[in-house]
């Protein structure tokens, strides 16, 4: 088996991390992705991963409070799940590193790009927890960011549905699935893929983003550069 890369990122979104209970963390799903992320690892590719918060905090849907406190919180929530995620890893013996953007040395290494790379190099799985440490910004565009840093060649994007469509298949039977998309169709049309800045971030340093449905089998497929879901570059 080859790998397509050599190193990924890869965004799980919060709600992914929630399954079927929609809110919290469920250890099924985040034993079963760690299981992929193990086998990717083991096929030769370097893994990071960033994490959402949304199974426990948006800052945007927080009505009344400060929008500053609001994401603060939103990021500590993504810290939460990223713990869940190493403690997964580990369980597997998948050595990792969990890095913030927010300094918290108890419980984690501070974000340092230096560190984060040689990690990946010694064959430890980076995990990027507090977003990019800024309100304001989404996990989608700490993703974007880390991923420019790590040089990662793909994001690999695992979300509740199977691709890109042209408006929501849950809610229009004559929903059109995309292949392919180009950054800017993403932009214009204004497509659900990652928001605004996180795309213009990936067009700017030609990260392609690719888009599926989160499962063991698809990150796998994925990273062999299988034809699943949709391809953004
Ligand atoms: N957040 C932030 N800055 C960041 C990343 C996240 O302020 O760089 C906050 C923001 O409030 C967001 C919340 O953290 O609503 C959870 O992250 P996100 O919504 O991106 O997670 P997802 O929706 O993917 O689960």
Redesign the pocket.
């Known amino acids: 088996m080859k790998p397509m890369y050599k190193r990924v990122l890869l965004k799980l ?3 992914a991390l929630a399954g079927d209970k929609g809110f919290g963390i469920n250890n099924d799903v985040v034993n079963e992705i760690a299981v992929a992320i193990k086998k990717i690892q083991e096929i030769g590719v370097e893994v990071s991963v960033v994490v ?4 426990f ?4 849907t927080s009505e009344g409070m400060d929008r500053t406190t ?6 500590l ?2 810290v939460m799940n990223s713990m869940a995620l190493q403690d997964a890893l580990e369980n597997i013996d998948v050595q990792t590193r969990v890095q913030t ?1 927010i300094e918290m040395r108890q419980i984690a290494e501070p974000y340092i790009r230096r560190k984060a790379v040689r990690h990946l190099e010694k064959d430890r799985v980076v995990i990027f927890g ?13 993703a974007s960011l880390r991923a420019a840093e790590m040089e990662a060649e793909v994001i690999l994007l695992a979300k509740n549905v199977d691709a890109v469509y042209d408006k929501d298949p849950k809610v229009h039977v004559d929903a059109v699935k995309f292949d392919e998309l180009t950054y800017l169709e993403v932009l214009q049309r204004e497509l659900k893929v990652m928001d605004s800045t996180a795309t213009s971030l990936c067009m700017d340093n030609q990260i392609p983003i690719h888009v599926f449905e989160l499962s063991t089998d698809n990150i796998i497929k994925a990273v062999m550069g299988e034809k699943i879901g949709t391809i953004v570059r």
């Open positions: 979104s919060g709600e959402g918060g949304g199974n905090w948006r800052g945007r609001a994401d603060y919180i939103g990021m929530a993504t953007a507090a977003g990019t440490g800024n309100p304001y910004f989404s996990t989608d565009t700490a």
